[in-house]
């Protein structure tokens, strides 16, 4: 009988078999080569137990050899269709699928919420042999809790753990009795497999995804059974599968506004993985947005989260409308969301450049309570957030700050880096700066070749943004091995580092005088720190400059009197320069000799400060700090004073005053 049911699986010839084997005793050593594959052992083709993990060749190999029989379809006497297990308590778990005593409805969510509570194998293990009786997807949610708690950077932490005798017990029943599973216990189960590595080649595998195979042809999979089955099959034979094919067609035909909050996430997920990337299926994925955006006030962290990481990998820029509304229920789940989750969210919304003020206020009121439990990165993709986003909040970077000096050493040298810059972006110094700093050093000291060159380069470069100046490895930064070393990085030295280098090296001969390390060859500096797209000078705002223009002609009696977006010996840009002769007559802008006096005009817009307070960004604070330094007088006009200035009379009497506060205006 065992033989006729493998004969009849036509899948087995799909992945290569080309011969079956008789059924009776087999040895473990024995092996059946496949077409242009690696040897596989007949055991893991063939039988249940051996639960053979897929990492490119069999490892059951290793096993002793003995006797062992084929799984037979052979029912015992109390088996009847069902989608049931029980476990039964004797010398090794068995379970064993029966009608009688389903769970209920309120038992399975218990069941559900213990898995959940479950923080290695071994409690999931122990927690299946106190339950007395199991539905198919309470079986194949425990696969999944091991799957989460095993899986690592593609592979199981502990493979072992797939020897255990649960595990294997749980999978010869699931093996056995395919054929009765619900269809959600079908799916969510092959699933569970491809997420544990199991060979594709084994027997479960094979009867999951021929069963599979049956009941997507009958065409009555709901759109969450069809997506998870689309997830294994993904995950078993990538994007080309047939099999993958036929369930977008079936999803395809059904109607987004129809479907449950459960099917929504589910369809979100399953189109994050190859299947909707690379602009495919547009109007579903435009069908669903809009069907999501009437039901996220029902969302979940999980869903809310879930949704948002499904935007970012499928580059969704025209589901803004999704996003504002998926950030403003993110409002009232931050105190619950998991670690992994808030990062996520806010990995998300640095995506989409998006945040509103209720989120930020919710944040404020979290972070004081995590930095010092939170996971690193959560942590510091919370500071990232603030910085990216240029909100500068006191209560956050203060908390941070505080953790950062007792957690330090918990950061990788990637994470240590994002949480200086974002200090660094806003020109913030905590109140405890000099021990964050005095840690920063320490991390340099004893971890500086653990460093990638432009991490360690932007870590230094924001340093000098609040006045911090770590000298003896900014020194190093302008060796030849070091300038190598970011040559060979990545796409080499791009304008933005030889940016930074020059910047750096400035800072050191401006700010710290004693400084007698390398020198930064010609070759690798900038002569203008103003560029497109990123840059270390904010480009001045367009409407805010002409109308002070027209102010300084109206004060100054003509055009010429002023220079417009100077550009300076030390790379910098004034957006207006006034040249005085030593008695303080204003000079033409022309005028090269007798210049006793050159005032700097920063025409700060509103994208030179903080979006929510009047602090300006580091950059900024670094180029006046620098052009005070080299001679010039700078005078700020700041958006927040200017724009209230209604006639051009007001308009004169502010830059008079700004500029020239000690002398008497004339009147041209």
């Known amino acids: 009988m065992a033989l006729k049911l493998i004969q009849s699986f036509p899948l087995l010839r799909q992945f290569g078999v080309q011969r079956y084997l008789p059924v009776g005793p087999v040895c473990t050593t024995g092996l059946l080569r496949a077409s242009g594959e690696q040897p596989v052992c007949v055991a893991c083709l063939y039988t249940s137990a051996g ?26 006497p109390s088996f009847v269709a069902s989608s049931s297990v029980g476990l039964h308590r004797d010398s090794g778990p068995r379970f064993r699928l029966t009608q009688l005593h389903r769970p209920t409805a309120a038992e399975e969510q218990a069941f559900l919420q213990r898995l959940a509570g479950c923080s290695s194998s071994r409690q999931v293990f122990t927690l299946l042999r106190t339950v007395g009786i199991m539905s198919d997807t309470m079986a194949a949610a425990a696969l999944h809790r091991v ?62 995804v021929s069963e599979s195979q049956e009941r997507l042809d009958r065409g009555q999979m709901s759109v969450g059974q069809l997506c998870t089955l689309g997830r294994a099959m993904l995950a078993l034979e990538g994007p080309g599968c047939v099999m993958l094919e036929q369930v977008m067609e079936q999803i395809q035909k059904q109607e987004p506004a129809q479907w449950s909050l459960a099917d929504l996430t589910t369809a979100y997920r399953f189109l994050q993985g190859d299947v909707g990337q690379d602009g495919k299926h547009r ?37 803004m409308p999704l996003v504002i509304n998926l950030c403003k229920q993110a409002v009232r789940h931050v105190p619950h969301f ?24 919710a944040m404020e009121r979290y972070v004081p309570t995590m930095t010092f439990t939170s996971h690193p990165e959560t942590v510091t993709k919370v500071v ?53 700093f ?41 060796s030849s091995y070091f300038l190598q070393q970011l040559q060979d990085q990545g796409t080499g030295m791009d304008r933005i580092i030889l940016a930074q280098l020059t910047q750096l090296y400035m800072t050191l001969k401006l700010e710290c005088p004693f400084y007698e390390g390398p020198r930064l060859l010609p070759k690798y500096r900038v002569k203008s720190f103003l560029m497109s797209g990123r840059s270390l000078e904010t480009p001045v705002d367009a409407h805010l400059y002409n109308s002070v223009k027209n102010g300084l002609v109206d004060l100054l009696g003509a055009r010429s009197y002023f220079g417009s977006k100077v550009l300076t010996p030390y790379c910098y840009t004034l957006d207006v320069e006034i040249k005085l002769d030593e ?32 602090q300006l960004l580091g950059k900024e604070a670094m180029k006046q700090r620098h052009l005070r330094l080299l001679g010039y007088e700078v005078v700020q006009i700041p958006h927040y004073e200017f724009e209230k200035l209604r006639n051009k009379t007001s308009v004169v009497e502010y830059l008079h005053q700004r500029i020239f506060p000690h002398t008497y205006r004339l009147s041209w």
């Open 147 to 208: 799957a989460d708690l095993e899986q690592e950077s593609g592979s199981l932490k502990d493979p072992t753990v797939l020897e255990k005798d649960t595990i294997r017990a749980l999978c010869f029943q699931l093996e056995q009795d395919s054929v009765r599973l619900t269809d959600a216990g079908l799916v969510s189960a092959l699933l569970a497999c491809t997420r544990l590595f199991l060979d594709p080649w084994s027997t479960l595998m094979v009867r999951l």
């Open 438 to 478: 005095g840690k920063v050093e320490t991390i340099l000291r004893m971890r500086f070749s653990h460093f990638q060159p432009r991490t360690l380069l932007n870590l230094l470069h924001s340093c000098t943004l609040v006045e911090r100046f770590p000298v003896n490895f900014v020194s190093k930064v302008f």
């Open 583 to 614: 008695e303080g007559y204003v000079l033409p802008a022309s005028h090269v000799d007798d210049v006793y006096k050159r005032i700097a005009l920063c025409i700060d817009g509103q994208k030179r400060f903080t979006t929510n307070t009047r």
């Open 384 to 436: 990232q957030f603030f910085g990216r986003r240029n909100i500068l909040s006191p209560t956050v970077f203060d908390a941070v700050a505080e953790s950062f000096v007792y957690r330090a050493a918990d950061y990788s040298t990637s994470q240590v880096a994002r949480q200086i810059m974002a200090f660094g972006k806003l020109g913030y110094a905590p109140p405890n700066a000099g021990e964050v």
């Open 51 to 76: 639960g053979c993990i897929r990492r490119r060749g069999c490892k059951k190999l290793q096993l002793d050899c003995g006797t062992r029989n084929l799984t037979t379809m052979a029912k015992e």
């Open 283 to 319: 109007d579903l994925l435009n069908a669903m947005h809009s069907h999501a955006v009437t039901v996220t006030a029902r969302m979940d962290p999980p869903a809310v989260s879930g949704l948002l990481s499904a935007l970012v990998t499928l580059n969704q820029t025209q589901a």
């Open 338 to 361: 998991t670690d992994e989750e808030l990062t996520v969210v806010l990995g998300a919304l640095m995506h989409f450049g998006h945040s509103d003020h209720y989120f930020v206020e």
